[in-house]
């Protein structure tokens, strides 16, 4: 072979090694390689949201190396690596910051193995959400969340229901508005569906019966009107139902009691105003039960027989319009902790002793209603409550006075002394208890003579003040 021909060899060798070199993944400290485009894709998309001044160019070699980029998380396909998680935003103090101007580029819809997206704190100037490019994510992306970006607004995008892979989709507060999407019920897979601190409006979609796997439904802190659809009993597998602090109104639906494995149902502050007797008291795995805030049929509450859901530890009825005695079956319940009654217009005495033996009891709020008679709980009872209790705003309920020493002894405000009435002839004495004191070695007790009026009409201001003082050998 002449000088020529090895020349030429020689040549296309060299060309052909940069030919490679420059087409080849490149490869990270940890051995694995990472495609360019996924790469650019990667920075191009960071650089929409904190800014173009970042370029990435101080990570060595790549973002799925020895110096991964906060937020961002790899894994390996067909022996190359590909983002697969990515959270922008404030989650800890070393994440990329979002930039006051900020923006969603396509680029982001190319990282084809994303598994989830997460945006936290980022958006806080105006920004409506296109529809464009969440169907290339359909496949892959299985967690979507937006968590506190008060700059997100108007609706959600009709194109987050080709997300079919998704199991939790969270929007929480956010300044979204308007009804759902109907898309959104092709989202069959969803195991968590939040939507929580937003102002979304209209019906609540009727579309409950495709989410079997659901286990966490919370539509709480929005503007959501009309009936719960009865759809909702449907979602077999449901945990946690929390739908309050909307305007929902009417009967809960009756198929709400098919939710067996339910534990949290949370309707407070809406207009429901009953279904509770025929529905509730079924689900028998209910711990938390929170009712307060709907204009509730006193009938219909109190035909619940509270012993049979012996598994509450969380139950509040307040401000409910009820007008009835304390139902007796509240003392039944064994691993109740919290029990909520204030602010209505319960009527009849304090089971105090039914009360105080339950075991588990740390929170008990009876104040504004129309209770009477004696409360009779012990000093032991008042310093396990401490401010946990309340019972002021009873006209008519009086507290015998307890006597403690203890530094954690928090005497329950708002209460007057109870008083003992007692008939001698034509003298009315009134013995406060307040002023009795029984020592080992002495006792004193202080009458008060009040005015006595004369069968022929004549008053006798009397007025006479005299104290009787025995002492006890």
């Keep these: ?29 940890d051995g694995a390689p990472m495609e360019k485009s996924e790469r650019e894709a990667l920075y191009s998309a960071i650089q929409g949201f904190v800014g173009d001044s970042w370029n990435g160019s101080d990570l060595y070699p790549d973002p799925c190396g020895w110096t991964p980029i906060q937020g961002v998380s790899c894994d390996i396909y067909d022996d190359l690596w590909y ?25 982001l819809f190319k990282l084809k193995h994303l598994k989830s997206l997460s945006f936290v704190k980022c958006f806080t100037s105006a920004l409506t959400i296109s529809k464009e490019g969440w169907i290339s994510l359909g496949s892959s992306l299985e967690s979507l969340e937006f968590r506190s970006n008060p700059g997100l607004i108007g609706q959600l995008p009709e194109t987050f229901g080709t997300l079919t892979n998704l199991k939790s989709l969270v929007v929480l507060e956010n300044g979204f508005n308007g009804n759902l999407p109907t898309s959104l019920c ?40 009309g009936t719960l659809p009865s759809t909702i009993g449907e979602m077999v597998s449901l945990l946690k139902l929390d739908i309050s602090n909307n305007q929902l109104e009417g009967k809960l639906p009756q198929e709400i009691g098919f939710l067996k494995n339910l534990t949290l149902l949370d309707v407070r502050n809406n207009r429901i105003s009953g279904g509770f007797s025929q529905n509730v008291e079924k689900i028998r795995s209910l711990t938390d039960l929170i009712l307060s805030g709907n204009p509730m049929d006193t009938d219909d509450m109190m035909g619940i027989k509270w012993e049979n859901m012996g598994n509450l530890v969380v139950l509040d009825l307040s401000k409910m319009g009820l007008r009835c005695d304390i139902p007796y079956g509240l003392t039944k319940l064994k691993r109740l902790r919290f029990l909520g009654l204030n602010d209505n217009e319960l009527t009849g005495t304090v089971p105090s002793k039914e009360f105080e033996i339950l075991p588990c009891l740390g929170a008990l709020y ?71 004191k029984k020592e080992e070695s002495s006792s004193s007790m202080s009458l008060m003579v009040t005015r006595h009026v004369m069968s022929n009409g004549f008053m006798w201001d009397l007025l006479l003040v005299f104290s009787l003082i025995v002492l006890l050998i």
């Design 366 to 436: 009876i104040h504004g209603n129309n209770l009477t008679g004696e409360l009779r709980f012990s000093t032991k009872f008042y310093e396990k409550m401490g401010t946990r209790f309340k019972a002021s705003k009873n006209p008519n309920l009086c507290q015998y006075d307890i006597v403690s020493e203890s530094s954690n002894y928090v005497p329950p405000l708002g209460l007057k002394p109870c008083k003992v009435k007692k008939t001698e002839g034509d003298l009315v004495i009134l013995q406060t208890l307040r002023n009795l």
């Design 83 to 107: 983002v697969t998680e990515l959270t922008l935003g404030l989650v800890h103090e070393n994440s990329l910051s979002c930039a006051t101007s900020l923006e969603i580029k396509p680029q």
């Design 186 to 225: 092709n989202l069959s897979s969803l195991k968590r569906l939040v939507f929580a601190g937003n102002l979304f409006t209209g019906t609540v979609p009727d579309c409950f019966n495709v989410f079997k796997d659901l286990l966490i439904l919370d539509l709480s802190r929005n503007s959501f009107s």
């Design 1 to 29: 072979m002449s000088w020529v021909h090895s020349v030429l060899f020689l040549f296309l060798v060299f060309r052909w090694c940069i030919t490679v070199e420059s087409s080849s993944p490149e490869v990270t400290d």
